[in-house]
């Protein structure tokens, strides 16, 4: 039998297979769209049976696999490397149980994010973390560990999973993790495969931890005359005691970027830099919250202590901040950065940044979450040729990770490592470190078909 | 050479090692001393280079190597099941670092909890991980995951580890995680080997994050006329906004071995049980959560709300918590289970045991942390001979862990599996998950030197 009548046989639904030249050029690639692979069959799956159906068949004929959420990412995670199958699970999507007793909803991984948080919220609960691309999958979110704002006080996607169903390589369907909230019981599998990108087992469903809504939040920004005495200020702000939700900080050079995009208006252009905090809880404890740190920055140098007086310019000040990516990519394609360096580091990382960009001349626009050391750079193509583009940006990245890495920062704090980001997650990783995820990758996947030369995989 | 010859090689101290006969029978078993292994040698390490050259004479030789922190576990986890070398970190018990800038500390993983809390809290600074066992290693904590009473607010000893500098099986040294906060960068070994029981890698140092010190910190007792009232009460309370740091139930038989034990009276004696709770943060804070939670534990059947109206009270209260297991013990030999089930499970579990013990006429004390579904038993001798005890308790366990599991529970909330949960943990455990278990073992320690037999090892 054929290939496609194999597959056909497994998804005995014509209407959820794509074949070979017929597959979107969208399907093989990620958001970016520069990194485009091949495969071929993309299959939309509409169950766990199907997936595992198609693992089993996969592995007994050594056919690779890529597992695909929304592929809103941003490192060439779902860029087929060696043809083979897509599995898409954009209509594997549904919310499965909602279990306001256990403090948990299960939902199948397919589903997206924003409709997965409105959808909670919707009960009076809430889903803390919060990526900036809210039309990415929960499943996505899980595999590649996904931060954003709200980290500071919340953590991330791996502290709000409670368990997954996964299909292993060789199609055998099982659950790591429960609805319990502790667990000392053997190895902690679903804590090795969040975060792993897809190459060890494909994640099916999903339990979700989920709490009560708080009941209040105000975001303040903070102009500084320069960013060395803004981010300085960052530490001062988490030893208070005040429980920050979000301490974003950005350059006035970057807002400007921003302020252009949207045509809005940030106070204080004379700042340097910007802290932007958002504080959540109960009125009276955010409140009170906000009086200690309005003594922390303005006793730090801060120009003014800024609370939006309204929520439409509250939504406007978070508007220019989550433009930011977009605004870059309006004057020039841009190569996305994610590494994360220790939170007494970021001054000294940005001040290297701003050095490394004048001296090569390749722009590196800097912003991100301050308050886990977390730093996203745009850099900035401009007019460089495809050639010129690749040769400088591969060795004035080599220079950057290898600044983090001296810093103690690592490759990726938020977007995982995929395509983009392989090349210097293995030059600056101890082989050690290498020899050890390879091993386990081989030990659960031991044809190498799940998400093959991604990430870590050798 | 003769393997003492060897060992003495690497470890040019007499005074640290101790061979055969000579070791001592507490180094060859748990806490409680019912389990009793052998060894060929104790050393009592002092270096990490020392145990990567003991492990890489171990592995190349094929002998067992046991870690072992305090020794204070209660599942045998200590106890050698093959002889071998016993690799004792009493000795390496430094502070290495304290970085208020990270908010981190790096210390050695022989040091003591009680000694490691109380170091961080005279620098204005707070290790939420509490397990009952404050005299337990740091690294032995994180071997088991170790939860204990301020997992509601805080989580567990996981998510306090920022990394791990480990000896793997064949003698390399390597760090897993690191002071950044966020990552997504390759394979989460860190969580890995956090809980995996000394099974894949020995941990010998370990950074730890550590958090500005509450300022204010209150308990309450609440007293219910019945156990089912109490236990749905917890729900309520978790949902209810007020963010409580620990949430444990007691039922009122349980309370009078305690006061019989301490001769401390807890007030409403014609209770049947007890809510034990505690809030910590700013002082309004608290404040206005012990409101909240008043109102909600009135309206939902409390007889009473009692705030200890001295600091001395409230060390009773926590006094005749704190010796449950010591008041059963003084009365009998009992085995300790650390079972955990989901949070709205609690209550039928309770039942289930309660009936149990009636029907098979053996004691079983309940109590625990209610607010995240870890259930401590006492299961108690009482009379039984050494062969009606063993007979008995396995087929009493087997029916305990099978409801718990029935009820979507797990072995182990913080305890850990070890030697003695090993059977219950491998009977229900399925059987892909044990696969996927002993492949990563494999994968990381093929001559299966490290703690073998242990917990999940097949």
Known sequence: MSFKTDILQIIKDESRVVFDKQIEGRFLSDTLGRLVGKADALVFAASTEEVSALLKYADANKISVTPRGAGTNLVGSTVPQNGGIIIDFSKMNKILEFDADTFTATVESGILLKDFQAFVESKGFFYPPDPGEKSASIGGNIATNAGGMRAVKYGVTRDYVRGLEVVLADGSVTWVGSKNVKDASGLSLKNLIIGSEGTLAVITKCILKIIPKPEYSKSVLVPFADLESGISTVQKILFANANPTAVEFVERKVVELGEKFTGIKYPHPEAAAYLLLTFDGKQNEVKENLEIIKNVVLQNGA?????????????????????????????????????????????????????????????????????????????????????????????????????????????SGEHGIGLSKRHYFLKETKNTNLQMMNAIKTSLDPHHILNNKISYVL
């Open 303 to 411: 120009l003014d202590f800024v609370i939006p007086e309204s929520p439409e310019r509250l939504e406007e000040i978070w508007k220019v901040r989550g433009c930011l990516v977009k605004a870059v990519e309006a004057t020039s394609e841009q190569e996305p950065v994610d590494l994360v360096v220790p939170i007494d580091k970021v001054a000294e990382f940005i001040e290297f940044v701003n050095k490394t960009q004048k001296k090569v001349g390749m722009q590196m626009v800097a912003f991100g979450h301050a308050g886990d050391g977390n730093v996203h750079l745009c850099v900035v193509r401009g007019s460089r040729s495809e050639e010129e583009w690749k040769t400088e940006l591969q060795k004035n990245m080599e220079c950057v990770y290898s600044k983090a890495y001296e810093l103690g920062g690592l490759t």
